[in-house]
């Protein structure tokens, strides 16, 4: 076989190989010979995201918020997901990296969960900053993160028409910068169908003809792809020449008062140096002109599209109002919608409150995570409705759900977050100056333990909800409405924990992250809760039940202990390994409904005269369940 044979036969493996790669979320920087690219066959999996490791909670609140987006669907309705800021980590930002990661990967898992339960997703979107990209994230890191995040997505958003957009952390700009090439590989080459005005720099639209709308995926850090931090510009005036210009083609298609318009892109339009943008958007609006790298482009009678909203990121926020325009460093409202759309990641959450040309940017208060829960991460499930003219956006995870009218009609959003409660309205959303009522009701077995009422952020509890009728009302609906209520189970057992003090007899019930130490005094521990001092009869012969949702007393850090009635210890404080292990230490009891039982006798000294007693396990403060000689069912 001749030399040039067999390079056409290595050539064309190494063609194919690379195909696969590709075709896998596995990046192939360009020059990368066929022996590396055999080494990149491990990042390859036929199945990453296996149904039967999806945690229960994620499955849970992803259905909820499936049934929400199913009752406000219409036979027009546009259904697209929208994830951005999960700023994945890798050894970069060690004390971050489990939890940001751990929310991340349950962000995919809650996407594919919906792909299977969604009736319709007609497209997708990623609204940048995919990695950490921190002064300690190397080009290597980056790839690496990509390479998971791309990987996960690529399985929930399979067959699904995607748009992705570069964030500031994405361009390598806080440390080494990856280039154009490099972010193609990794962000845009997704948005497979788009027509591109850039494909080196990933700016495109897309059409959706049945739909009649146009989702237009601006690249609003080009700038900093290019010269990083001291960047001149957001867009290029190329890029702003080819927005104008893509709004102008579809403003006047001959059906063009039938279509919509969504722009996608990391910073909102009217952000710092993004304004540009946003100046276009209000001449589009308005029907004026506007001059773009040496171009006019004339809206007069070329506008009838209807433009919903600019839904962004970078903010990790759930702020929604209108754009501004900016002239001589002050931004004036237009009548066009902007929507955040808040950060997966674990952290940061709100941090990006910030004021630019007199425009605040961000939310009141933030939606911090919670690991371990369906609240571990947040992203958007948005329901367009043409024929209503509005916007539903409801939100997975840590948040909160919006509305927009983005006609003349305002509507408030209607959001329930209820813990064994039912409420007889389902309602997503009310219109401006219209009545809301509602019925809320304790599951079977549980009685109403706490119930807010909060509108536009104000608290209405007293006058909008009569406890006796479990009746929430609310005459002329004015801003969000945000019902939070919450039932406890009817039990038959008396929790000490809440009547524990502090050593003065202040009400102390319970400290997360702490443990009790050997000295009966407290020390840091994450992950564990302690009582205060619980008042005792002194007496020893008791049978102790530990409890709860998510308690556990099998591990060092567990224990007990006995106090005299100056808060002094009594004697030595008992470890959980310590049951059961002679005569002169408590009596193990097998109880299935505790995680812990046990008794005390004569033998055991410590509780004879005892006037209070502490317990530490693990778990939250908030599910612990103390009892004395009472089961606990």
Known sequence: MSISSNLERINGAKSTLKTYLTDNNVAVPDGTKIDAMAELLSGVSVDKINHADIPSYVKSEALAVAEKVKAVMKADSIVFLAISDLHHTGPQVDNWQTNINAGNLHACQALKVLSYSLPQIDFAC?????????????????????????????????????????????????????????????????????????????????????????????????????????????????????????????GSKADAAQWGIIVLGHYPLDLGGAYPTGNIVKAYVAGESTVQNGVTVNFNGHNSAKFIANVHGHNHCFQFGKLHSVANGQGTEFDAWRMCTPNACFYRNNSGVVTMNGISFGDPAPHDKTAGTGKDTAFNVNVINPSEQVLYSFCYGAGIDRTIGYAATVYYSITNTLTNVTTSNDAV???????????????????????????????????????????????????????????????????????????????????????????????????????????????????????????????????????????????????YDKIGASIYYPTKIDDPNAAAAFSTDANVAPPQGAAYFRVSAKGKGENLVVTLDEKIE
């Not at 709308?213 to 080819?242: F, H, K, M």
Request: charged share 15%; hydrophobic share 35%.
């Open 126 to 250: 990623m609204l940048g900053d995919v990695t950490f990209g921190n002064a300690k994230t190397t080009t290597q890191l980056m790839q690496q993160q990509f390479n998971q995040i791309n990987g996960w997505l690529g399985e929930a958003w399979k067959n699904i028409p995607q748009l992705r957009t570069v964030g500031n952390h994405d361009t390598g700009e806080y440390s080494t910068l990856v280039g154009a090439q490099f972010l193609k590989n990794n962000i845009w080459k997704y948005n497979e169908g788009a027509v591109y005005g850039s494909e080196e720099y990933g700016y495109c639209y897309r059409d959706f003809a049945e739909k009649k709308l146009r989702v237009i995926c601006l690249n609003t850090c080009e700038g900093e792809t290019v010269s990083g931090e001291s960047a001149a510009y957001c867009c290029s005036p190329e890029q702003l020449l080819w927005f104008a210009q893509t709004l102008y083609a579809v």
């Open 429 to 575: 959303a009310a219109e401006d100056g219209t009545a809301y009522s509602a019925t809320i009701t304790a599951a079977d077995g549980y009685t109403m333990s706490s119930v807010t009422v909060k509108m536009g952020g104000t608290d209405i509890t007293s006058t909008a909800y009569n406890s006796d009728t479990g009746v929430v009302s609310i005459a002329a609906v004015t801003g969000d409405v945000v019902i939070t209520a919450k039932a406890t189970k009817v039990v038959s057992y008396h929790n000490l924990v809440p009547k524990a003090v502090d050593s003065s007899g202040a009400s102390a019930p319970y400290t997360d992250g702490l443990m009790l130490s050997s000295s009966g005094t407290t020390s840091e521990y994450n992950h564990f809760t302690t009582t205060g001092f619980i008042p005792f009869d002194g007496g020893a012969n008791h049978i102790y039940r530990i409890g709860g949702e998510g308690i556990t007393w099998n591990e060092y850090g567990a224990r007990i202990a006995w106090y005299n009635a100056d808060f002094t210890l009594k004697s030595s404080v008992v470890k």
